[in-house]
């Protein structure tokens, strides 16, 4: 097994192996918080917004007095936000200067299937173009999109290919939630640093291109001990005590997080859950702490006016240790008005039952049933990724019940294009879903709801470093 990159490894629990930076990381909380840019259209027309994004290398400077090489869409990690509303179709023309083929798909989005980033649709390297087409026929809520290439998602995600797109829709914008500046996306990954500043990642080196097996031990997955919010280690952000809606995005390729407020509210929940990945719940829910799988998204009410001004208020992460359990900072910073409130009812969500189900599938993921080069592969069913085996056929206009198991260690299972909804979800998977995390041993029993498009689309485990390994399959809605 053929390992690049040379971090200082150590393993960190069953979610993979620990990569110690050799850089000279900044304190944590002294940098300043940012969001990423909002892309602006290129032109609109009739019904639809056409962006240009240019996927290209370039340095930037995440640590300080460092320059990091990103691999980013219009060179920037994150990638510009983009923001889009029902009603209008949202064209993205994507142009690939970087020297490896890309894929690119929204994630939570219900895409026609050749717009969706199907891991073979490359867009090919060194000047190559694509234009993805997004008719976003959906309810508002927090999408993102990100790389999607067969067998090299982890590496090219890991350099930068992760963006947001925030949607909207009527419905939401009608209800009295916090808007505007304060309505803050966090996109969280982790990531360990080389001396000279450039991300480690054990099989980014090109002469290894093109052989799975590559990631040796780390196709369990890589951990960095550095977290980044929007693209910045440990950033600090200075907050009104008001209420502030916040976006968390995990986009970490490895790293689950038990997020809490530290201190905690005086009084209240600390967290007020409003939406989830896709989109408004029908009420609010009240957590103390978040539990944030790989390309979950939580959308969360904080009011910070439960604190005294001049407050420090520590977003941990309860699963990490040292820097890992560290996330970002919020400083109370001033009073001010605040006319948001949380409503009782926040969207219109119809309960789907065991009885809508036309058909019941089983799909357990774990390691094992197949090898390549003497490496155990990650597998859907025992049978590793082709893009040629089909697994399921679901019939447009239906609902089936999927029954998702996880042997071995925890796996996030995200399915393209079709929502679902939990089975029982306990306190972190109501509404509507995209992605579902599974403790090891679990069993998920989720009602999927194809409606769209037909085609074939991809379902895998949202651990970047297992999807590489081939943990996903395809369904091809007929
Ligand atoms: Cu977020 Cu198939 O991916
Ligand atoms: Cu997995």
Redesign the pocket.
């Known amino acids: 097994i053929v390992v690049s990159g040379g971090a200082n490894v150590e393993t960190e629990s069953s979610a993979g192996a620990l990569l110690r930076s050799k850089a000279k990381l900044p304190a944590p909380f002294t940098l300043p918080f940012r969001v990423p840019p909002v892309l602006r259209p290129a032109r609109s027309d009739g019904d639809t917004d056409h962006y240009e994004i240019t996927q290209r290398a370039a340095q930037v400077e995440i640590l300080p007095g460092l320059r990091t090489e990103v691999w980013g869409y219009n060179g920037i990690f994150p990638g510009p936000t983009i923001v889009s509303r029902r009603g209008r179709r949202t064209v993205v023309r994507h142009r690939n200067e970087l020297p490896v083929p890309v894929v690119v798909?929204l994630?939570g989005g219900r895409t026609p299937p050749e717009s969706d980033?199907y891991p073979t649709d490359l867009v090919k390297a060194s000047g190559g173009t694509k234009e993805y087409a997004y008719p976003l026929d959906q309810p508002a809520a927090t999408l993102?999109y990100?790389d999607?290439r067969m067998d090299f998602t982890g590496p090219q995600v890991y350099r930068g290919l992760a963006g947001l797109h925030l949607h909207h829709d009527d419905e939401e914008e009608a209800l009295p939630l916090p808007r505007g500046d304060r309505d803050v996306p966090l996109m969280i990954t982790d990531r360990a640093f080389d001396e000279d500043g450039s991300f480690s990642y054990p099989s980014v080196d090109p002469s290894l291109q093109g052989k799975p097996g590559v990631t040796g031990d780390f196709m369990s997955g890589v951990l960095g001990d550095c977290v980044l919010v929007n693209g910045v280690p440990w950033p600090v952000m200075e907050v009104t005590a008001a209420r502030y809606r916040f976006r968390v995005l995990n986009a970490s390729n490895a790293r689950r997080y038990l997020l809490a407020l530290d201190p905690p509210p005086p009084d209240g929940a600390a967290f007020t859950q409003i939406g989830s990945d896709q989109g408004l719940l029908a009420a609010p829910v009240g957590h103390d702490e978040l539990q944030i799988a790989q390309?979950e998204r939580f959308d969360v009410i904080v009011d910070f006016s439960r604190y005294p001004i001049g407050t420090q208020v520590t977003l941990r992460n309860k699963l990490g240790k040292d820097g890992t359990g560290d996330v970002m900072r919020f400083i109370v910073a001033r009073r001010g008005s605040d006319d948001s409130r949380i409503p009782d009812r926040l969207a219109d969500i119809r309960p789907l039952s065991r009885s809508d189900a036309v058909a019941e599938r089983e799909f357990t993921f774990e390691r094992g049933g197949a090898e390549h080069d003497g490496v155990t592969l990650w597998t859907v069913n025992g049978t590793p990724f082709s893009p040629d085996t089909i697994a399921a056929t679901p019939r447009l206009g239906t609902v089936e019940l999927w029954k998702l198991r996880a042997q071995n260690v925890p796996h996030p299972i995200?399915i393209?294009l079709a929502p679902f909804q939990v089975l029982d979800p306990g306190p972190y998977a109501g509404g509507w879903k995209d992605?579902v995390d599974l403790r090891s041993g679990d069993q998920a029993e989720v009602l999927v709801k194809f409606d769209g498009y037909r085609g074939k689309y991809?379902f895998?485990c949202?651990n970047l470093e297992h999807?590489d390994m081939m943990m996903m399959a395809n369904f091809d809605v007929r």
């Open positions: 798909h994630h980033g993102w990100h999607h390309a995200h393209h992605t991809v895998h949202h999807e």
